[in-house]
C-alpha cells in the first residue's frame, strides 16, 4: 500500500513563506501524478498544484506566481513552496498521487498537513 505522509505545515503570516514536504513510501517514478489538494471546513477539497511523471506542473489561479510545486526524485518527495501567503492559504493540505498497476488505476492521499496564516 503506497503511504504518503506530508510535513511542514504550521503557523505562517500573511505575506510570508512555508513549505511543506509530501514523503512517498515508493519511487514518484511510479506515479502519473503527484499534486496538492487543500480543504477548509465545509468546503470542497480543491486542487492547488500538480505534477506529472514527465515533469510538468499546473497550478490554481489563486496561487499561480506565489506557489511552486516541485520534486526531489532520489527523496521520493514532492515539495510545495507557498510565498507571499494570504489568510485564505489556511486549509488542511492534502499530498494525492495516482498511478496505473496492471491496468487498474489507483489513486492515494496524505494525512493531511494544517496550514494556518495570520494577517
Known amino acids: 500500500q503506497v503511504q504518503l505522509v506530508e510535513s511542514g505545515g504550521g503557523a505562517g503570516q500573511a505575506g510570508g513563506l512555508l513549505r511543506l514536504s509530501c514523503a512517498a513510501s515508493?519511487?514518484?517514478?511510479?506515479?502519473?501524478?503527484m499534486a496538492w489538494y487543500r480543504q477548509t471546513p465545509g468546503k470542497q477539497r480543491e486542487f492547488v498544484a500538480a505534477?506529472?511523471?514527465?515533469?510538468?506542473?499546473n497550478y490554481a489561479d489563486s496561487v499561480k506566481s506565489r506557489f511552486t510545486i516541485s520534486r526531489d526524485t532520489a527523496k521520493s518527495t514532492v515539495f510545495l513552496q507557498m510565498n507571499s501567503l494570504k489568510p485564505e492559504d489556511t486549509a488542511v493540505y492534502y499530498c494525492?498521487?495516482?498511478?496505473?498497476?496492471?491496468?487498474?488505476?489507483?489513486?492515494?492521499w496524505g494525512q493531511g498537513t494544517q496550514v494556518t496564516v495570520s494577517s
Open positions: 494525492y498521487a495516482d498511478a496505473t498497476y496492471g491496468g487498474s488505476w489507483r489513486y492515494y
Open positions: 515508493e519511487s514518484i517514478f511510479s506515479f502519473n501524478t
Open positions: 505534477i506529472t511523471h514527465g515533469g510538468s506542473t
